[in-house]
């Protein structure tokens, strides 16, 4: 089985946003990944609505939106709006991630849950089977080009045996310092989907890096 990718938008060149967005139509990319980031929740700022607005129209791919936000649930009503397919809240920023999750299934997005690298997997227990999709930090969420955290591997394990022993279809997603190297170690231990910044947009060929990590597959 290869692995969804989704190549994160952070790491295009924002003065080029139209053709960063053709490069990915045009590319066998599954999703594109959209960090939203508060400077609260994390110690940085991207981008909001007003660019997620001009690139849904014109993307062929399903949105992957990663709100690094206080209070993600509140967005909730704009993202369904705009067509995303999955939105992603972090477990760190929602004190109700039941009732968060079972409202983004209703307005129908997948649900995700995203946690941080410090965060252990076993806190899902209860809450897995309102999980569309668990988004797995390998990096300390705030910036691109980072290093991957080994230990990231580890989780991927534990949490891909949880699915497995419910016999639920929740997807695994990973997201910071994937390439084609960590992306590998990462569906050998049992990784879905990976997310992909500076791999791929900073690759000469970022077509050829976004096939090179949909060429993967799991043993
Ligand atoms: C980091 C973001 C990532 C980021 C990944 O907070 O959530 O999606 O774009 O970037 P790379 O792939 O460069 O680590
Ligand atoms: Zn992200």
Request: glycine share 14%.
């Given at each position: 089985m290869n692995p969804i990718i989704s190549p994160s938008?952070?790491?295009?060149?924002f003065l080029h946003l139209k053709q960063s967005i053709e490069l990915i139509n045009d590319s066998t990319a599954d999703w594109l990944h959209i960090d939203v980031m508060?400077?609260?929740?994390?110690p940085n700022l991207s981008f909001g609505f007003p660019i997620i607005e001009a690139i849904a129209p014109v993307c062929k791919k399903p949105l992957d939106v990663h709100l690094m936000v206080v209070?993600?649930?509140?967005f909730l009503p704009q993202l369904k709006n705009l067509g995303v397919a999955v939105m992603n809240v972090h477990y760190e920023a929602s004190p109700h991630l039941h009732r968060s999750l079972t409202a983004i299934r209703s307005a129908g997005m997948k649900s995700g849950v995203t946690l941080n690298p410090?965060?252990?997997?076993?806190?899902?227990c209860d809450i897995l089977e309102e999980c569309d999709l668990v988004l797995l930090m390998?990096?300390?969420?705030?910036?691109?080009?980072q290093k991957f955290i080994p230990q990231s591997l580890d989780k991927v394990r534990r949490l891909r045996r949880m699915i497995d022993e419910r016999g639920l279809s929740t997807i695994i997603e990973v997201d910071g310092g994937v390439n084609q190297e960590t992306g590998r170690r990462l569906v050998e231990a049992g990784a879905d989907a990976l997310v992909a910044g500076s791999y791929v947009f900073g690759h000469a060929h970022p077509k050829e890096a976004i096939a090179g990590l949909k060429a993967l597959c799991r043993p």
């Open positions: 938008l952070l790491s295009a060149d508060d400077g609260v929740f994390v209070e993600p649930i509140k410090h965060t252990p997997v076993e806190l899902l390998s990096v300390n969420p705030g910036f691109g080009g």
